[in-house]
C-alpha cells in the first residue's frame, strides 16, 4: 500500500489534507482487498479531530477491529483526546494529549494540534465572555495561570491584577461595504420603473 502521500502531508505540516486523503486511501484499499497492516490509524483518526470532524473520528474509531486497537497504543491515546473532545472536557483534551509519549510520526502532529485547539477554544471565549476569571482561562486552555494571562494579554484582553480578571477584547464587527454610484443609480432605476 502507497502511503507516500500521507507521508508528504506529514512532513509538508499540511494537516489538514489528511483526514479526505486517509479516507480515499482507505476506500481504495478496501476496494482492492489490501490488507491494512501498515495502516496509520492513529495519524487517520488525529486527522480527524485536528479538522474538528468529531463524528468521522468517532465512525472511524467504531469501524476499527478490536485487536487493532488494542494493538496500537498511540491510537488509543489519540481516542483519549477524541473522548475529551466529545464529551466537552476542555481541561482532558491537554491531559490526554501531553500525558502519552508520542512517537516521531506524531509529535508535531500533536503539537500542531493542541495550539490550533487552543485557538478555537480562544475564540469561543472572545465570543461568550465579556469578563472571565484567570482560573476560568486557565482550564479551557490549558496552560499555566502566567501562561494564559500572557496569551489573553497579547491577543488584547485586559488583565485586572486587583480581582484576577481578565476584559475580552471583542473584535470589531467589520462593516465595509462600499456602495458605488452605478449600483445606486440601477437600483433607483429599478425602483422606479416598478412604481411607474
Not at 486523503?21 to 482492492?32: E, K, M, T, V
Not at 488494542?70 to 491510537?75: F, N, Q, S, T, V
Not at 503539537?111 to 482560573?135: G, N, P, V
Amino acid at each position: 500500500m502507497d502511503l507516500s502521500a500521507v507521508q508528504a502531508a506529514l512532513s509538508d505540516k499540511s494537516y489538514s489534507t489528511i483526514a479526505p486523503l486517509c479516507d480515499d486511501l482507505l476506500l481504495q484499499a478496501a476496494s482492492r482487498g489490501s490488507t491494512t497492516d501498515e495502516w496509520p490509524y492513529a495519524v487517520h483518526l488525529l486527522s480527524h479531530l485536528y479538522v474538528n470532524d468529531l463524528n468521522s473520528a468517532r465512525f472511524f474509531w467504531k469501524s476499527l477491529p478490536q485487536e487493532v486497537k488494542d494493538a496500537r497504543p498511540e491510537l488509543a491515546a489519540v481516542w483519549r483526546i477524541g473522548q475529551c473532545l466529545w464529551n466537552r472536557e476542555y481541561a482532558g483534551v491537554y491531559t490526554a494529549a501531553q500525558g502519552f509519549e508520542w512517537g516521531p510520526e506524531l509529535a508535531d502532529f500533536i503539537t500542531a494540534f493542541l495550539e490550533r485547539y487552543r485557538q478555537r477554544i480562544f475564540q469561543l471565549l472572545t465570543k461568550a465572555y465579556s469578563t472571565i476569571s484567570i482560573a476560568d482561562v486557565v482550564h479551557f486552555m490549558g496552560m499555566s495561570e502566567d501562561d494564559a494571562t500572557n496569551y489573553a494579554v497579547q491577543n488584547g484582553w485586559s488583565l485586572d491584577a486587583a480581582t484576577k480578571m481578565l476584559t475580552v477584547n471583542k473584535p470589531k464587527a467589520q462593516t465595509n461595504q462600499k456602495l458605488d454610484a452605478s449600483k445606486l443609480q440601477r437600483l433607483t432605476e429599478c425602483v422606479f420603473h416598478l412604481e411607474h
